[in-house]
Every structure is written in C-alpha cells, then in structure tokens.
Nanobody, 123 residues
Framework: QVRLVESGGGLVQVGGSLRLSCAAS????????IGWFRQAPGKEREFVAL????????YYADSKHNRFIISRDNAKNTAYLQMKGLEPADTAVYFC????????????????WGQGTQVTVSS
C-alpha cells in the first residue's frame, strides 16, 4: 500500500524559509514522479513543482522556480521542497503526490496523495 506523509510545515515570517519533506512507503518510490501542490482556503489546488523519478528533471510553476527547489532522495524514499523568500501568498496546505503515468502538473493525473502540511507566512 502506498502512503505519503508530508512534514516540515509551520508558521514563518515573511522572507523566511522552510523545507517540506514527503516520506513515502511502498516498493516503487523510485519509479514515481513526485509533485508538490498547494491549496489555499477558497482556492483550487495548484501545481507547485514536479521531480522526475530519477531526479534528473524538475519542473516548476512559472512563479515558483526562483524561490522553490524540489529534490528527492530515493535511498530514503523521500522528496523535498525547499522554499525561501516566503510571502503571505504562499500560505496554504502543501501536498505531495505520486504520479505513475505520464508527467503532468494536473492534480487529477496523480495517483497517490499525502494528507498535507500547513504553511503559514505572517507579515
């Protein structure tokens, strides 16, 4: 059974940094692309970043690539999202998700989801 667990969220001041982790259980972590998404209250879930199964390719939502870095360690079955220069607009629940099929930023294409971790940026 596949299980994804996010951690590392919290309350941070404007300009601060956080590193989110996504710990996966299941035999096939190194075969999955991993995406990070976020959802703010009253808004749709939005794509943040994706990393390929090997870690060799990364993709970011246009506004994120200067401040966010996605990475993974397949030996630890863990993916990460390093965030810096956080802004109040970054406040949201952040989710990691595993994609077995074709690479995509569409949340409907993802097969497994974690429960999310709250990130709150105070001004």
């Amino acid at each position: 059974q596949v299980r994804l667990v996010e951690s590392g969220g919290g309350l941070v001041q404007v300009g601060g940094s956080l590193r989110l982790s996504c710990a996966a259980s299941g035999p096939d972590f190194s075969n999955w692309d991993i995406g990070w998404f976020r959802q703010a209250p009253g808004k749709e879930r939005e794509f943040v970043a994706l990393i390929s199964w090997s870690g060799g390719e990364t993709y970011y939502a246009d506004s994120k690539h200067n401040r966010f870095i996605i990475s993974r360690d397949n030996a630890k079955n863990t993916a990460y999202l390093q965030m810096k220069g956080l802004e109040p607009a970054d406040t949201a629940v952040y989710f990691c998700a595993a994609l077995v099929g074709d690479r995509s930023g569409d949340p409907d294409e993802y097969d497994y989801w974690g429960q999310g971790t709250q990130v709150t940026v105070s001004s």
